[in-house]
């Protein structure tokens, strides 16, 4: 068990090594002189020679690449160019903000994914099943900006029950905010559950038909029993190794969403970087957001592992 | 298979759906009722007889560019998507095939791309070299890599071990045959099928860029970049924006309708 854990980990740190030097090597294309940005357009080609030299700009690339990779693994990423700010502050307010998205997203969809899939999965093939696929299919099918759109004009234009933007107001009530937070993690939660109900569809299907199922059920115990007792539990797994492992899809999600909602994310904060050529800003917050990808996908494959005898075991 | 298809109702809707769009692509130039970027007296517009769908913040006529704009969508999309297929699938198979040393390798690069969020990617390589249509069709192609190569190194596997495979190896045949003519023919259904969605990916993808600015650079009327520039009149003219997410998304449902059709007549075999 210590070596699979040693090997996960091992296996994070070379995913997060090989990401840094893409995201070092990208950003070497930008073609932007951050010394010459520090300086303003009319400083003299002099100064800004120098101050390239003072920020080791004029060193070859993987010597840059070491210096940046040791800072950022003491917590400095540097300032960002636009907010003249350290990109690590900038970065730690927003992360909080899109993980409160997120985990929102989350807990609004997995129930209601999980539900609508088993009770496609246990009546296969009879008219719930075919509903909910159908559902799930469409779901599937519209990418998050335009569900959006569909959510904004339906609730927000037409029956004008919630806001169209979420700029988040300390001084609101309670109320007031969670008001402004239900349409984007609606958007967010459909850009996922039709996929999470399709996986655990199909994975409560195959349950169902599996023999422990049956024997239970000749045994006489209870339909009901059986797929509360048995059937579910079993069922769970593919789906939740499946959400975990689509978080990349996830993150996606929530960059759409903070931009159609302003909502002032990290995910937002980011794509207004790239938009500004901030590219300090940029690799920081995509080496951030990359982390946070790949530790998710770690944990999920940990907690696969603790869930499933037959890996642990096998 | 192509007479098998026309049973499978879902295919067929999906087949008119994606028909109906790509001959509005092909034809845009004579069914447009004005140029995509002619400006004409009023901006914003109200649907009228003259402007269908009413006029943009620029005073272009909207149906014009939502016909327009499907080309970016019928043409880059499979584009892109069939050049990652060119990389990913000599990738694919080889890893699958060969096995050993240079599967191991293969498949690590392939497993640490896939952690990278792909919106991410695009971004960031599309900041770096600049917005245009080949930046974004190579972002694209680049980020469907890595899926391509799994599929195909998974498909491959199973496929090996069959007899035909041994048999050619018995008679002696080259690798080479090997792969192209007794293992490529026999897993190309379901990459067919994969295809088909990945296309579908590669649709929402080029719209998400477009509605994140990052997109086809203006002014060529792209769906994506269409909401992202009306979106600020919502409230005041929904049309503006409605029109391109509605004709987005049932581009990517004719596509996924297909390949559930598809896949159903692969099952039934």
């Keep these: 068990m210590l070596g699979f854990l040693l090997n996960r980990i091992g296996t994070m740190l070379l995913t997060m090594l090989v990401i840094s030097m893409l995201v070092f090597f990208i950003a070497e294309v930008v073609p932007i002189d951050p010394a010459r940005n520090a300086l303003g357009r009319y400083a003299s080609q002099q100064a800004v020679d120098d101050l390239r030299e003072k920020m080791g700009l004029d060193r070859p690339a993987p010597v840059r690449y070491f210096n940046w990779i040791s800072n950022v693994l003491r917590g400095d990423f540097g300032d960002s160019i636009h907010f003249q700010r350290p990109v690590r502050d900038l970065v730690a307010v927003r992360l909080e903000r899109s993980l409160t998205l997120a985990g929102l997203g989350f807990a609004f969809m997995i129930p209601l994914g999980l539900a609508l899939g088993c009770i496609a999965g246990i009546n296969e093939g009879k008219p719930p099943d075919r509903i909910i696929s159908l559902i799930s299919s469409l779901f599937v099918s519209v990418p998050a900006f335009a569900s959006g759109i569909f959510l904004i004009v339906i609730f927000s234009l037409w029956l004008g029950w919630f806001p169209g933007v979420s700029i988040p107001d300390p001084d609101a009530s309670f109320l007031e905010s969670a008001k402004k937070l239900i349409l984007p993690i609606l958007v967010l939660a459909l850009d996922e559950i039709g996929y999470l109900a399709r996986m655990t569809r199909v994975s409560m299907a195959e349950v169902m038909k599996s023999d422990y199922i049956r024997t239970a059920v000749l045994k006489g115990i209870p339909k009901r029993k059986v797929i509360w007792r048995h059937a579910l539990r079993n069922a769970f797994i593919a789906p939740f190794t499946a959400i975990m492992l689509h978080v990349n899809w996830l993150i996606g999600g929530v960059v759409v969403v903070e931009v159609l909602f302003n909502y002032p994310g990290l995910g937002r904060l980011l794509l207004d970087a790239a938009l500004r050529n901030d590219i300090t800003l940029l690799m920081g917050g995509t080496l951030v957001l990359t982390f946070v990808a790949v530790a998710t996908q770690v944990v999920a494959d940990i907690g696969l592992y603790f869930m499933n005898p037959r890996i642990r075991f096998g | ?269």
């Design chain 2, 1 to 269: 298979m192509i007479s098998e298809l026309a049973w499978s109702r879902s295919a067929m809707i999906g087949v008119a759906i994606i028909l109906f769009w790509v001959f509005v692509g092909v034809a845009a130039p004579v069914i447009s009722p004005y140029s995509p970027t002619e400006m004409h007296d009023a901006r914003l517009q109200s649907p009228s007889p003259q402007h269908w769908l009413g006029t943009d913040h620029l005073a272009r006529d909207v149906l014009s560019r939502l016909f327009w704009g499907t080309r970016v969508v019928v043409a880059l999309a499979p584009l892109s998507v069939l050049l990652g297929i060119l990389i990913a699938a000599p990738l694919g198979l080889i890893s699958g095939y060969v096995g050993g040393k240079l599967d191991t390798l293969i498949m690590r690069g392939v497993d640490i791309l896939l952690s990278f969020p792909t919106l991410l990617i695009y971004i960031l390589i599309i900041t770096s070299f600049g917005p245009s249509m080949l930046v974004v069709i190579i972002s694209i192609s680049l980020g469907s890599i890595p899926p391509i190569t799994r599929i195909i190194r998974s498909l491959v596997l199973d496929v090996r071990t069959k007899d035909y495979v041994s048999a050619a190896r018995l008679r002696g045949e080259q690798r080479r045959y090997i792969l192209l003519r007794e293992i490529l023919p026999n897993v190309s259904g379901p990459i067919i099928v994969d295809t088909t969605i990945r296309i579908g990916y590669a649709i929402m993808a080029i719209g998400a860029l477009g509605f994140l600015g990052l997109g086809i650079p203006p002014p060529t009327p792209d769906w994506g970049g269409m909401i992202n520039e009306g979106r600020q009149w919502i409230f005041a003219m929904p049309w503006i924006v409605l029109a391109p997410a509605v004709a987005l998304s049932s581009v990517v449902i004719g596509l996924n309708l297909l390949a559930d059709g598809i896949r159903e007549i692969a099952q039934q075999r």
